[in-house]
């Protein structure tokens, strides 16, 4: 007798029939997200914080102050290294674009000095490539680094923003008094951007600030958000990207399914190609962002970054797990022995498996992967083809559902799988 694989495509009409009352219920069990028509999968870009923070000083600093010049001079590597063919498409500023004071209509303006076209003209050089701008504000009386912030001129920044042409707003949470004054201004500014008429992604911080004081109620800010911070900043460091990945194990109970089309989980942003990560640590994070479908804003200097960081940030496979269609956010199937397996169903039947190794001493570590323990008994059921997609690309042939998967991981670092159904037809 001769076994023969079938694709995916020739299934019985029984399971795509299944397959697609799943997809139905998903939908009706995942709670109304924004409508605004954005975010269907999750946002990709550049935001300038986490590498060049509130550098002011662009006499002694040219090159890495917050000024008109670096968001140009970023637009232009998006668009000519390959950065926006792989779907990097909004370019977002951060805190400290703004002057001290408003303008004499009590408008937001920018620094004359560091943006002398002003917002409006950036947006028009960054829409000349085809790219997106994103920017910055605060829902408080100033931003985290002492900017004006937009309480009791909601309605008008927003106005302000669509005027100028910006296409996606980050609205910070400092400087805030009540968790009212909060909760009301991210709502209110979510209706005013609505008004404006114009589609801008809406990026909040609402549950981050609101963790200290009781449990965010993710039914509500996904009705009014795109995504949502949920934890503290990233830094370039090992440690950071730790805590991020625990803070999200821990509470992926209250998190993993308020996620889908529309609105997201927002763990921060890929460090990839800065200083702080080893090689291992940057597979770590590109693997786990794709499994979180986590917005993928970089915060990096695309006018130097090695050939790995960029390889690895622009890795297809793996954004094409980050950007799945039907957009369900992954989790930490289990954590033993130093090891965590964590695991995204995709479209189409597939999964996502990314295994890593916590241990921080040492060489490579030997870890087997029961196919039967993935994806609820069903992620290989009764076979599929499985690709190593990270570290690097491996076609690893086809697995039946009670075989075993085994794999090397190196210390801190991750392998990622790619698991796509099979069928198996016996022929005599
Ligand atoms: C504003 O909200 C309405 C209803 O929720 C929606 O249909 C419309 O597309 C939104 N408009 C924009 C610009 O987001
Ligand atoms: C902003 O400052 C005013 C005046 O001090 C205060 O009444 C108001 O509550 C503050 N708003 C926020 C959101 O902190
Ligand atoms: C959360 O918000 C939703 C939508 O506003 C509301 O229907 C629900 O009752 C809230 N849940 C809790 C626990 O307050």
């Known amino acids: 007798r001769v076994m023969k694989l079938r694709s995916r495509d020739q ?8 397959h697609f009352l799943v997809l139905v219920l998903c939908e009706i069990l995942v709670a109304r997200a924004l409508d605004n028509g954005l975010a269907r999968t999750p946002t990709m870009g550049w935001l300038h914080w986490e590498r060049f923070l509130c550098n002011l000083n662009c006499k002694e600093e040219p090159d890495s102050c917050i000024s008109e010049q670096l968001f140009m001079q970023m637009a232009e590597l998006m668009v000519s290294d390959g950065w926006k063919d792989v779907g ?9 674009w703004m002057a001290p004071q408003r303008d004499s209509e009590n408008r937001l303006q920018a620094d004359p000095q560091r943006f002398p076209g002003g917002i409006r003209r950036l947006a028009n050089y960054v829409h000349s490539k085809g790219l997106k701008l994103g920017i910055y504000a605060d829902v408080g009386n100033k931003t985290c ?21 910006v296409d996606l707003l980050k609205f910070d949470g400092c400087y805030c008094d009540s968790i009212n004054h909060l909760e009301n201004g991210y709502k209110y500014m979510s209706l005013a951007l ?56 821990s509470r992926q109970e209250e998190i993993v399914d ?3 089309p529309g609105g997201w989980n927002d763990p921060d942003m890929l460090v990839i190609g ?72 995709l479209s189409n039947l597939a999964w996502a498996v990314a295994v890593r190794n916590l241990q921080e001493i040492g060489g490579p570590r030997s870890y087997t992967i029961t196919i039967v323990s993935l994806g609820h008994g069903v992620a290989c059921n009764p076979g599929c083809f499985i690709t190593q997609l990270l570290p690097v690309k491996k076609e690893l042939g086809f697995y039946e559902w009670t075989s075993s998967l085994k794999t090397q991981i190196n210390p801190t670092g991750t392998v990622l799988f790619r698991l796509e159904a099979a069928t198996i037809v016996q022929k005599n």
């Open 274 to 345: 800065n200083f702080g990560l080893s090689w291992d640590q940057q597979v770590t994070q590109m693997a786990l962002w794709a499994i979180m479908a986590a917005p993928l804003l970089m915060s990096n200097d695309l006018r130097q970054i090695s050939p790995q960081a960029k390889a690895l940030l622009q890795n297809k496979d793996v954004i094409a797990i980050n950007q799945d269609p039907l957009g369900k956010q992954g989790y930490c199937l289990r954590k033993e022995d130093n090891t965590e397996v964590w695991e995204r169903p």
């Open 11 to 18: 299934r019985p009409g029984w399971v795509l029939m299944f």
């Open 88 to 96: 990097y498409e909004y370019l977002c500023i951060d805190d400290c």
């Open 258 to 260: 308020v996620a889908g």
């Open 145 to 165: 680094a002492g900017f004006p912030g937009s309480f009791g001129h909601y309605d008008l920044d927003a106005q302000t923003f669509a005027d100028w042409g």
């Open 194 to 249: 609505n008004r404006t008429g114009r589609s801008i992604v809406y990026s909040c911080e609402w549950p981050l600030y609101l963790w200290p004081f009781h449990k965010p109620n993710y039914t509500d800010i996904r009705q009014y958000c795109n995504h949502w911070r949920n934890f503290d900043d990233v830094s370039d460091s090992w440690q950071s990207i730790n805590d991020i990945l625990d803070w999200t194990s």
